[in-house]
């Protein structure tokens, strides 16, 4: 559950809750938020609590997700972020979620390794990909991500 809550003095705040999640889901989140912050390449909201169930952030605002300006600024902030995240190994210091599935997030030289093992072909296996996917678009992420 994500909602929007606004003080009496006008301040918004997003808070989000998830029922059933594991403790360290909302904690990896902010996490990861936190990082993409200090990157300075892309719009992340503040954080300013997690625990007990919930992350509470600032609330960015609106914008409008049809117009040809909005997919230009974010693909140009997109490849920012990546320019700024250029290092010799890929991965994170422990595993964390997307969504409410698990990521695995082990130290890898090879950035596209990485990615193919990690973020494209560990999902090939989930449930709700393989009722999506047909056989042939499975055989086509694979030839596209060999390892």
């Avoid at 989140?29 to 200090?38: D, K």
């Avoid at 190994?89 to 695995?104: A, E, K, S, Y």
């Avoid at 047909?134 to 390892?147: G, I, Q």
């Amino acid at each position: 559950m994500v909602v929007l809550v606004t003080s009496g003095d006008g301040q918004q705040w997003v808070v989000k809750q998830v029922p059933g999640s594991r403790p360290s889901m909302l904690t990896a989140e902010a996490e990861g938020l936190q990082a993409l912050g200090a990157s300075a390449t892309v719009a992340v909201p503040l954080v300013h609590y997690v625990g007990g169930g919930s992350l509470i952030m600032e609330a960015l605002g609106t914008t409008p997700e049809d117009s040809p300006a909005f997919w230009q600024r974010l693909g140009e902030d997109i490849a920012a972020l990546q320019a700024s995240t250029r290092t010799e190994r890929h991965g994170w210091p422990h595993d964390n979620w997307l969504g409410g599935l698990p990521q695995c997030n082990t130290w890898d030289a090879d950035g596209y390794r990485f990615f193919a093992e990690h973020r494209v072909q560990r999902f090939l296996e989930e449930p709700k990909v393989r009722q999506t996917l047909s056989a042939a678009d499975v055989k086509a992420v694979e030839r596209a991500c060999p390892t």
